[in-house]
């Protein structure tokens, strides 16, 4: 099949791809960590995934490579080309599988490992009663409790893309999931609402971690 990158298409990637440029200077890629990727508004059967190993502070558009959501390979244009996508790219598109995602951060900002380090031996992150819950999509009031999924770490990516569904699809209000002395991944429907999720993790790990300190 070939896949020429459509127009729409090309705006997301430079949109997102000027979004990892930021984040790299805000300290979420440091050592070339982190992975972004975006689903094809042109073809439902095409991710566009981050390449393994890029500097996000030279990243840009011509960084993002398609796959196939269905046999999770790279198109069959770019497979002779030395070029890899993301060591990460399963849990990206277990994400687009079972959610309404249309973009995907993580992160390797160092406050996601503290905060995931406050809930030792636990599943989940419970947070609560905070008013910027409500820059997650869907809610409303502070007076709720949302649990972020955490995992630990692996280099089994394909095993760990497979444990994740479960954890994602019982936390309807969660848009991130932690995995210890790793990051954060995080997803929106949009580039804008998975940066304004990203940001609300960020505030919620300052303000437990500040909390922390303090007790
Ligand atoms: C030095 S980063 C280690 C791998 C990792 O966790 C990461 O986020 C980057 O992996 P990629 O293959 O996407 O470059
Ligand atoms: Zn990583």
């Known amino acids: 099949m070939s896949f020429i990158i459509k127009p729409q ?5 430079k949109k997102l791809a000027a979004l990892v ?8 890629n440091p050592a070339t960590s982190g992975n972004y990727s975006l689903r094809s508004k042109t073809n439902p059967e095409i991710a566009l995934v981050s390449e393994s ?3 996000k502070s030279k990243f840009t558009e011509e960084n993002f490579l398609p796959l196939y959501h269905g046999t999770r390979q790279m198109l069959e244009s770019y497979t002779n080309t030395g070029r890899k996508s993301s060591d990460e790219t399963d849990i990206h598109l277990t994400i687009y599988q079972i959610t309404k995602a249309n973009c995907v951060l ?3 900002m160092l406050d996601a490992l503290l905060f995931a380090d406050l809930f030792q031996g636990k599943d989940f992150a419970t947070i609560k009663h905070l008013e910027l819950l409500k820059g997650f999509k ?3 009031t502070h007076e709720l409790e949302i649990n972020i999924p955490i995992f630990d770490n692996t280099q089994d990516i394909r095993n760990l ?7 994602i699809l019982s936390q309807p209000n969660s848009y991130g ?3 210890r002395g790793h990051g954060i991944y995080v997803w929106g429907e949009t580039v804008e609402e998975a940066k304004r999720h990203l940001e609300v993790f960020e505030y919620i790990f300052k303000y437990y971690l500040n909390s922390a300190r303090r007790a």
């Open 138 to 140: 869907g809610v409303k």
């Open 106 to 108: 993580h992160s390797h």
């Open 9 to 13: 298409d090309l705006e997301e990637m």
């Open 177 to 179: 999931l932690l995995l």
């Open 161 to 167: 893309a497979e444990e994740i569904k479960p954890a």
């Open 21 to 28: 440029r930021v984040m790299n200077t805000q300290g979420h």
């Open 53 to 55: 190993g890029i500097d």
